[in-house]
């Protein structure tokens, strides 16, 4: 099943999938959240759900088979082909061969993410509001950021 998502400044979806099987438009779902949470994978294009995604340690694909125009209209933070949470495809040929390859959830797809998170994402280890509290209620200094106990890095 893929669930499809039109961004909620486009309105309406681009592509209408109602009578397409295997494919399901979600793009009224109020929560976002919810649905990351229901989901195997991520194939997103250059949106920022990509960096609270990553932090379920579950696959991401960017599809940037736009770019330059992408770059050249709304520019970027970061050179995501430097430094991606996972698979980059560039075509629609590509993105069916990730995914049917299994390379979007392979070792060098699970790197990439482990790298993105610690670049971009250091905070998010489940214990964040803890350490705001302890710091702005308690005064405590020093609080280093790392993984809640009982969770294992790949």
């Known amino acids: 099943m893929l669930l499809t998502r039109a961004h909620p400044a486009y309105g309406e979806p681009m592509v209408r999938v109602r009578d397409a099987p295997g494919l399901l438009d979600v793009s009224g779902h109020p929560s ?3 649905l990351c949470l229901a ?6 294009d ?9 932090g379920l340690d579950r696959p991401v694909v960017i599809h940037a088979e ?11 933070y970061f050179d995501l082909r430097t430094f991606p949470p996972g698979e980059v495809t560039h075509s629609e040929d ?20 482990a790298a993105f998170r610690e670049r971009f994402c250091p905070y998010d280890d489940g214990r964040a509001a ?5 710091h702005v209620v308690f005064g405590e200094r020093g609080l280093a950021a790392g993984r809640p106990p009982g969770v294992v890095e790949p």
Do not use: I, K, N, Q
């Not at 250059?46 to 990553?54: E, G, K, N, P, V």
């Not at 736009?66 to 970027?76: K, S, V």
């Open 32 to 34: 976002v959240e919810s």
């Open 39 to 44: 989901s195997d994978a991520l194939l997103t």
């Open 46 to 54: 250059y949106s920022s759900l990509m960096f609270d995604y990553t």
């Open 66 to 76: 736009d770019r330059e125009a992408y770059e050249a209209a709304r520019g970027t």
């Open 94 to 113: 590509e993105v069916v061969d990730v995914f049917l390859s299994g390379r979007y959830g392979g070792m060098r797809a699970a790197r990439r993410r």
């Open 130 to 134: 803890e350490r705001v509290v302890r």
